[in-house]
């Protein structure tokens, strides 16, 4: 069974600095990440993917992420935040269930204030 | 809007009483999910259904609740004789089987928060 750990519950930031959120996973087979986001009072929107190819993947909305199989990690990062970046961020790694189909797990969450 | 939906958005409940959910999800998705997420923690897996078939159920799923998908399209997920510790939000969410890439990509809902009072 797969694991996420996600390295840090609330990341304050101020408006136009650079944002990290860790994200470690345990896995010993191929996998696929995901990070999710979730605005106040809405569902999860998936944020960006790493299927295959290229260990950096971005978002159209200037977030990017790195997959490192040696580090078992895919931390998300953005280089200027803005205020509508205030939600909650969830990283998820797809395995396959009792039913041989593929589930998601999720890490507990990272919450990103970002202030004026 | 083609998205999925939920319903209700906000239940408030007394203590024992049955609530039931209602998932609608993308027409053209055969898996269908069911998530849990309380508050702080991520959300956590409670079952699926392709098509109509209930495929697999978490060990959270206590015997109070049941989940349907009759006719392969909505679902529906009951907790009876609820508890307080049942307060949260559950989640929907679907995808299509197959495709070039079986990734397990989700598409969600915004939800159903449950308060037990």
């Known amino acids: 069974a797969q694991s996420v750990t996600q390295l840090d519950s609330q990341v304050p930031v101020f408006e136009e600095a650079p944002v990290e959120l860790r994200c470690n996973y345990s896995?010993?087979?191929?996998?696929?990440l995901f990070w999710y986001v979730q605005y106040p009072n809405q569902g999860l929107q998936l944020l960006l993917k790493?299927?295959?190819?290229?260990?950096l993947v971005e978002s159209i909305n200037g977030f990017e992420a790195e997959f490192n199989k040696s580090q078992t990690s895919f931390h998300l990062r953005k280089p200027s935040v803005h205020i509508s970046d205030t939600a909650e961020y969830f990283c998820?790694?797809?395995?396959?269930?009792?039913?041989?189909?593929?589930?998601?797990?999720f890490g507990a969450g990272t919450t990103v204030t970002v202030r004026a | 809007d083609t998205g999925v939906s939920q319903d209700p958005r906000h239940k408030i409940t007394k203590r024992g009483q049955n609530v039931t959910f209602r998932c609608d999800p993308i027409?053209?998705?055969?898996?269908l999910y069911w998530y849990r997420q309380t508050l702080g923690q991520g959300p956590e897996f409670l079952t699926y259904?392709?098509?109509?078939?209930?495929?697999?159920k978490s060990r959270l799923l206590s015997d109070r609740f049941s989940a349907e998908r009759p006719k392969g399209s909505f679902s529906t997920l009951e907790i009876q004789r609820t508890e307080q510790g049942d307060s949260a939000m559950y989640l929907c969410?679907?995808?299509?089987?197959?495709?070039?890439?079986?990734?397990?990509?989700?598409?969600f809902g915004e939800g159903s928060r449950l308060t037990v009072l």
């Open positions: 969410a679907s995808r299509r089987k197959g495709g070039s890439k079986v990734t397990g990509e989700l598409f």
């Open positions: 896995s010993s087979v191929s996998v696929y």
């Open positions: 790493y299927l295959s190819g290229s260990t």
């Open positions: 998820a790694v797809s395995e396959l269930g009792r039913s041989n189909d593929y589930k998601l797990s």
């Open positions: 027409s053209e998705h055969n898996r």
């Open positions: 259904f392709q098509n109509e078939a209930q495929l697999e």
